[in-house]
């Protein structure tokens, strides 16, 4: 249009498009890599910037049957860190996820004797056998993130939106740490902690998997 009429057309759009390029929000996410929180910053309708925290931890304990005696590993699993995430949408609802996570991933399995352990002729009591401790953590304290994904993180016309996203957290051969004491100290060898990372080094990839629900407060 021309004239009046066309000038507060033009004026809408801008108005429009910078309300929406100004647009924030927050999201709350389930993912492989723990519960957590994202606050998120759109850039018109095909960029958005996400920062957020997630964390989980898993204590879980089991008996092992080492040549008829019965070891107890008292395992914590850890997960989560804090993320920096860019989307960009190929379609409306179908995008790319690129970023960095400070991995906080931490595993740890504490080996200790169930029970009085028979050494010769004489039992050892379970307090006084020792300690096996194996330690777990990422070559890359600081990771890389791909992931695509089906839903919008902020929404263009709502103020609610879903979005769901299958990825990968690239953490390099996983660090371990091998440490012992007592009777049971010795199968902390360096040669029993080459065998295991040799067995854990493909595993560079840790797959993450995220249902998020966003909120967009402006």
């Known amino acids: 249009g021309s004239g009046a009429f066309g000038q507060v057309g033009r004026n809408q759009?801008?108005?429009?498009?910078?309300?929406?390029?100004?647009?924030?929000?927050?999201?709350?996410?389930?993912?492989?890599?723990?519960?957590?929180?994202?606050?998120?910053?759109?850039?018109?309708?095909?960029?958005?910037?996400?920062?957020?925290?997630?964390s989980l931890n898993l204590p879980y304990d089991q008996i092992i049957d080492v040549q008829g005696f019965d070891l107890l590993a008292n395992a914590k699993l850890s997960f989560g860190g804090i993320n920096g995430?860019?989307?960009?949408?190929?379609?409306?609802?179908?995008?790319?996820?690129?970023?960095?996570i400070k991995n906080n991933m931490y595993h740890t399995v504490r080996i200790t004797s169930a029970g009085d352990f028979p050494l010769g002729t004489v039992e050892v009591p379970a307090s006084e056998v020792g300690y096996v401790l194996a330690e777990l953590s990422p070559e890359k304290s600081f990771s890389p993130y791909l992931g695509i994904g089906i839903g919008r993180s902020?929404?263009?016309?709502?103020?609610?939106?879903?979005?769901?996203?299958i990825g990968g957290i690239y953490h390099g051969e996983p660090q371990l740490a091998?440490?012992?004491?007592?009777?049971?100290?010795?199968?902390?060898?360096?040669e029993n902690r080459r065998i295991i990372m040799e067995?854990?080094?493909?595993?560079?990839?840790y797959p993450?998997?995220?249902?998020?629900?966003?909120?967009?407060?402006k």
Not at 154 to 165: D, R
């Open 154 to 165: 902020l929404s263009v016309k709502s103020n609610f939106s879903l979005n769901f996203e």
């Open 85 to 100: 995430f860019i989307d960009v949408h190929l379609t409306p609802l179908i995008h790319i996820t690129g970023g960095v």
């Open 13 to 54: 759009k801008v108005k429009d498009h910078n309300t929406f390029n100004e647009s924030w929000g927050f999201g709350v996410k389930a993912s492989t890599n723990g519960i957590g929180i994202e606050v998120i910053k759109g850039f018109g309708e095909g960029v958005n910037l996400r920062i957020g925290t997630s």
């Open 199 to 205: 067995a854990l080094a493909p595993y560079k990839w």
């Open 208 to 217: 993450l998997l995220t249902l998020q629900f966003g909120i967009r407060l």
């Open 178 to 190: 091998l440490t012992g004491d007592g009777i049971i100290g010795p199968i902390a060898s360096e």
